[in-house]
Structures are given as structure tokens and as C-alpha cells.
């Protein structure tokens, strides 16, 4: 008798495929925002990531710092107060892209999960989107 064979086996776990998400994933801008024709976006691609110097100025970034800050403006706390230092200091659209986390925190906590959601989908509008992966796609 093997001495193996006497141990019961584990049943495989039963796991149904995730549903496919219709929900767009928001990416970081680039780096280097360039209009142009595909052969200079191709380079910049290449090129990337690059120093914030070198990326073309974003002229409709005050507008975005403030729906920014629109979306904390009926929050009053310290920590608050010290991302709306950091939402107006923002050089880049990118350095906005990560204080996505911070908003959303700060709303969740005032007042709920499911605001702080509403409020960033609001925001997403600024920022570029993917279709999400496809289960069946390698990473």
C-alpha cells in the first residue's frame, strides 16, 4: 500500500471566472503629453518616463487643481487643509493623478465609501482611460 494514498484528497477549490468588467481603468497621464502626428508620440512613448521639464506645459492645469479642491472644499481638518497645500503645488497633471489617493480618503472619512467614489469618478474625466485587461490576456 503506497503510504501516500491513505491521506484524503483536498477538493480543488471551485472558482468561477470573474464576470468581465465594463469599468474603465484611469491611468496616469504620460509624461510627455504631445500632439502630433503618431511618429512624435511613438518617440516620446520611447522616451518616456522623461523629467518634468521636459514634458510640454499642461495649460488647462488650473482647472483641474480647482475641481480638485472642489471636491475637499466642504471638508475642514488639518489634513485637509494640507492636501489643498499640495493640490496647489502641483506642477504636472500626473503629480495631481497621485494625490487621487489623499481625495479620496478624505471624502471617504467625512462622509462615506460610496461619495468618495462619486467624487473621484468626477475626476476622472481629467485623466486618460483603458478598456481593463482581459482575463485571457497575459500580463
Known amino acids: 500500500m503506497n503510504p501516500i494514498a491513505w491521506f484524503p484528497r483536498a477538493a480543488a477549490p471551485s472558482v468561477a471566472p470573474a464576470p468581465a468588467s465594463t469599468r474603465l481603468e484611469v491611468c496616469p497621464p504620460s509624461l510627455r503629453m504631445v500632439p502630433g502626428g503618431s511618429w512624435q508620440r511613438l518617440m516620446f512613448w520611447l522616451l518616456a518616463p522623461a523629467p518634468h ?81 482581459s482575463q485571457l490576456a497575459p500580463l
Open 53 to 133: 521639464t521636459a514634458a510640454p506645459a499642461f495649460d488647462g492645469l488650473p482647472s483641474v487643481r480647482t475641481d480638485f479642491a472642489a471636491t475637499i472644499a466642504d471638508i475642514d481638518s488639518d489634513d485637509a487643509e494640507r492636501v489643498r497645500q499640495r493640490i496647489a503645488l502641483a506642477r504636472s497633471l500626473r503629480e495631481l493623478w497621485h494625490l487621487r489617493a489623499d481625495v479620496y480618503r478624505l471624502v471617504a472619512i467625512a462622509h462615506s465609501q460610496s461619495e468618495a467614489e462619486a467624487r473621484l469618478a468626477l475626476l476622472a474625466r481629467h485623466f486618460p482611460t483603458r478598456s481593463p485587461r
